[in-house]
Antibody, heavy 113, light 111 residues
Framework: QRQLVQSGPEVKKPGTSVKVSCKTSGFTFSSSTIQWVRQARGQSLEWIGWIVLGSGNTKYAQRFQERVSFTRDMSTTTAYMELSSLRFEDTAVYYC??????WGQGTPVTVSS | DIVMTQSPLSLPVIPGESASISCRSSQSLLHRNGNHYLDWYLQRPGQSPQLLISLGSYRASGVPDRFSGSGSGTDFTLKISRVEADDVGVYYCMQATQTPHTFGQGTRVEI
C-alpha cells in the first residue's frame, strides 16, 4: 500500500526558504515519479512540477522555475521540495503525489512577517 | 498553458441518483502516443485529493465501478452512478498531456 508522509507545518518570513519532505513506502521508489502540487485556502490545485526518482530528472512549472528545487534521497526513499524567496502568496498547503495514485497528507506553509 | 474548465461548479445530488461533471480543455489532450492524459480527483472535506480516473477512463485501484470517465479531444465527463453520502467533496479534472499540468476550478458535490 502506497504511503507518502510529509513533514509538519511551517511558518516562514518573506524572502526566506522552506524545505518540505515526503517520505514514501509501499512502491518501488526508483521506478516512480513524484509530483508536487499546492493549494491555497479555498482555491483549486496548482502544479509545481515533478521529479523522476530514479534519474533525478526534474520538470518545473515556468512560474516556479527560478525559485524551486526538487531532490530525493534514494537511501531513505524520501523526496524533497525547496521553495526559496518566499512571498505572502506562497501561503498554501503543499502536497506530494506519486504517479498511479497516492498523495501525502499535505504540509501547510504560512508566509508571514 | 492549457486551461481546464469544469461545469457545473456546484452540484447538489440525491443519494441513489446519478450525477455528471463536465471538463473541457482549451486544447486537445490527445498526446502523440494516442493517449489522453486526463485525470479525475476527489478531495473530500479536510483530506488530500485522491485519484479516481486516469487516462480519461481508467479507474484507479480500489475505486468503485460507480465512477466512470469518458471523452476525447477537448471534452471529458465524469459520471457517478448511484450517488452515496461518501461521494461528497470537490472533484477536479487535471490534464497531464502538456506541462505545466493544469487543473479545473473544481466541482463541489453536496447532498
Amino acid at each position: 500500500q502506497r504511503q507518502l508522509v510529509q513533514s509538519g507545518p511551517e511558518v516562514k518570513k518573506p524572502g526566506t526558504s522552506v524545505k518540505v519532505s515526503c517520505k514514501t513506502s509501499g512502491f518501488t521508489f526508483s521506478s516512480s515519479t513524484i509530483q508536487w502540487v499546492r493549494q491555497a485556502r479555498g482555491q483549486s490545485l496548482e502544479w509545481i512540477g515533478w521529479i523522476v526518482l530514479g534519474s533525478g530528472n526534474t520538470k518545473y512549472a515556468q512560474r516556479f522555475q527560478e525559485r524551486v528545487s526538487f531532490t530525493r534521497d534514494m537511501s531513505t526513499t524520501t523526496a524533497y521540495m525547496e521553495l526559496s524567496s518566499l512571498r505572502f502568496e506562497d501561503t498554501a498547503v503543499y502536497y506530494c503525489a506519486a504517479d498511479g495514485g497516492g498523495w501525502g497528507q499535505g504540509t501547510p506553509v504560512t508566509v508571514s512577517s | 498553458d492549457i486551461v481546464m474548465t469544469q461545469s457545473p461548479l456546484s452540484l447538489p445530488v440525491i443519494p441513489g441518483e446519478s450525477a455528471s461533471i463536465s471538463c473541457r480543455s482549451s486544447q486537445s489532450l490527445l498526446h502523440r502516443n494516442g493517449n489522453h492524459y486526463l485525470d479525475w480527483y476527489l478531495q473530500r472535506p479536510g483530506q488530500s485529493p485522491q485519484l479516481l480516473i486516469s487516462l480519461g477512463s481508467y479507474r484507479a485501484s480500489g475505486v468503485p465501478d460507480r465512477f466512470s470517465g469518458s471523452g476525447s479531444g477537448t471534452d471529458f465527463t465524469l459520471k457517478i452512478s448511484r450517488v452515496e453520502a461518501d461521494d461528497v467533496g470537490v472533484y477536479y479534472c487535471m490534464q497531464a498531456t502538456q506541462t505545466p499540468h493544469t487543473f479545473g476550478q473544481g466541482t463541489r458535490v453536496e447532498i
